[in-house]
């Protein structure tokens, strides 16, 4: 099942505490950039980030789980109707990813 466009700007405005957030269409779902880095993945109307340590620490409910079938595990967020906690999950994944590698065309 594909994610709703409804579904899809309800998540990016309910992260727009965060920064600048995007939804870019990928294969049927969307990734999620929080100011031009994919934080995680919108599927299937479901919203999943990407783990780490401290994200961890600050859920409320710690679910993981595959966005799609033969993917890594990403945190299953539960509860996007909290606008607030929402921001500070992607804004907490946005300062806590790996640095980007410089990729040679």
């Avoid at 409804?6 to 929080?34: H, N, P």
């Amino acid at each position: 099942m594909a994610c709703s466009e409804d579904f899809v700007q309800y998540i990016v405005e309910q992260s727009a505490g965060a920064g600048e957030i995007t939804a870019r269409k990928m294969m049927g779902d969307y990734c999620l950039y929080c100011n031009g880095v994919v934080v995680g993945l919108i599927c299937d109307n479901s919203l999943f980030i990407k783990p780490t340590e401290p994200v961890k620490q600050m859920l409320r409910e710690v679910v993981m789980r595959p966005p799609y079938d033969g993917a890594k595990e990403y945190f299953f967020i539960t509860d996007v109707d909290d606008r607030d906690y929402l921001a500070e999950i992607v804004k907490t994944t946005l300062i806590n990813l790996p640095a980007q590698k410089n990729r040679k065309r």
